[in-house]
């Protein structure tokens, strides 16, 4: 058992996570499919028969005929046509509608006295892909059709028919106003933070079908007969796994998001130093993984349950006041919480490690929390391993 140093065990360890077929598309293959056709699914594809509900407040000939018109429009469904605000946005909230229209008070008036009016589409935006394919899908319909109403009802009052063509060729001017997720870049804001998640999943799924594998042999191997033994040795098993996931952290925020054109290493210290120390947690958490569920089969399953709601406990993608407090709590013990918030300020929006240093504490402190349940449950399975 001399004969077996650390180093020694480090590269077993590394050995097994690229040969053992039980962990090594995890470790290996996985990132790379993820990285080429995760953004696919999102790119320029237009939802059908969005649900919509319409406030009108000016109760015109104008907005009637607007109204109408939306009516008509396949790629729309109108839902509600209401008088007030409020009870749209709450049919927004509970998920009725995709998306608000509302036409203000005095549009018409406004419009014909050629001063500045607007009509307001609104979609939730806590919701990132849906609130952005609603707002694509109806923002198109709406302009053309608000353009040609307006030109036909000017009609009524004598405008030249010059700059009646003019104006249904020129739908009206589309601003969009953010109220959350200011960013709004699908790209550069929701698949940095989802790739984390990825991250995470990939390395505990790995990690726990080697330890799985491991525990299942006739005799233990070697290096986790130590890693219960020494925590040196613990450290050695878990190094291999802690170079990998940097490795892929480094190739996803470089070459992956480069070739995605997704906005990454903005400042290249800080994201480096979150992308090593999200991979000491991850890579602890994995080594617990594997020290709980042994022999059992069922690691996969818990891991991959676990990770969807990792994606939405973070606070970015979902507002952080609307989540539960026992979710929050919940949310601490994970890496890929302090891993998301980390990387997308240190890569994507350029923070110095000096902004991000509060982060870099969380993600030690939950290293040194799962190497800690490590140690103490490696002792504890000492006597069960097979010599």
Same mark, same amino acid.
């Given at each position: 058992m001399n004969e077996y140093s650390p180093w020694k065990c480090f590269l077993l360890t590394f050995r097994a996570c690229c040969t053992n077929m039980?962990? #090594?598309?995890?470790?290996?293959? #996985?990132?790379?499919?993820?990285?080429?056709?995760?953004?696919?699914?999102?790119? #320029?594809?237009?939802?059908?028969?969005?649900?919509?509900?319409?406030?009108?407040?000016?109760?015109?000939?104008?907005?009637?005929?607007?109204?109408m018109d939306l009516r008509a429009t396949p790629k729309l469904n109108v839902i509600q046509v209401l008088d007030n605000r409020p009870t749209a946005v709450d049919a927004m909230k509970a998920g009725t509608v995709?998306?608000?229209?509302?036409?203000?008070?005095?549009?018409?008036?406004?419009?014909?006295?050629?001063?500045?009016?607007?009509?307001?589409?609104?979609a939730n935006g806590a919701f990132i892909v849906k609130s952005r394919t609603s707002m694509a899908g109806v923002s198109g319909p709406l302009e053309n059709i608000a353009a040609k109403a307006i030109a036909a009802h000017l009609a009524q009052y004598g405008i030249p028919m010059t700059e009646l063509l003019q104006s249904s060729m020129q739908p009206p001017d589309l601003i969009i106003q953010y109220m959350y997720n200011t960013l709004a870049g699908y790209l550069n804001f929701v698949v940095p933070i989802v790739f984390i998640i990825i991250f995470q999943t990939l390395m505990l799924c790995g990690?726990?079908?080697?330890?799985?594998?491991?525990?299942?042999?006739?005799?233990?191997?070697?290096?986790?007969l130590l890693? /219960?033994?020494?925590?040196?040795?613990?450290?050695?098993?878990?190094? %291999?796994?802690?170079?990998?996931c940097f490795l892929w952290v480094l190739f996803i925020e470089g070459a992956a998001f480069a070739l995605h054109g997704v906005n990454s290493f903005q400042?290249? /210290? #800080?994201?480096?130093?979150?992308?090593?120390?999200?991979?000491?947690?991850? +890579?602890?958490?994995?080594?617990?993984?594997?020290?709980?569920?042994?022999?059992?089969?069922?690691?996969?399953?818990?891991?991959?349950? +676990? +990770?969807?709601? /990792?994606?939405?406990?973070?606070?970015?993608?979902?507002?952080?006041?609307?989540? %539960?407090?026992?979710?929050?709590?919940?949310?601490?013990?994970?890496?890929s919480t302090p891993g998301a918030n980390c990387m997308l300020r240190a890569s994507q929006a350029g923070a110095s490690v000096n902004e991000?240093?509060?982060?870099?504490?969380?993600?030690? /402190?939950?290293?040194?929390?799962y190497s800690l349940i490590s140690v103490f449950l490696g002792k504890k399975l000492v006597n069960c391993l097979k010599i």
């Open positions: 039980a962990c #090594a598309p995890f470790f290996l293959l #996985a990132a790379i499919f993820y990285s080429l056709y995760y953004c696919w699914p999102y790119m #320029a594809q237009l939802p059908e028969h969005i649900n919509v509900a319409i406030v009108d407040e000016d109760r015109s000939p104008l907005s009637r005929h607007i109204i995709a998306s608000v229209i509302a036409i203000p008070p005095n549009f018409e008036k406004d419009t014909l006295n050629d001063i500045p009016t607007a009509i307001t589409l609104v990690a726990g079908m080697l330890m799985n594998e491991w525990f299942s042999e006739p005799a233990t191997p070697m290096p986790l890693a /219960c033994k020494h925590p040196l040795y613990l450290f050695s098993l878990q190094l %291999p796994i802690l170079l990998i400042n290249i /210290c #800080a994201t480096l130093t979150g992308g090593i120390f999200f991979s000491f947690a991850v +890579s602890a958490l994995g080594i617990l993984v594997g020290l709980l569920f042994k022999t059992s089969k069922f690691v996969i399953q818990a891991v991959v349950t +676990s +990770s969807i709601p /990792c994606v939405f406990i973070t606070g970015n993608l979902y507002p952080e006041c609307n989540i %539960p407090i026992y979710m929050r709590v919940i949310s601490w013990f994970f890496p991000i240093f509060p982060i870099i504490i969380h993600l030690i /402190c939950l290293w040194i929390l």
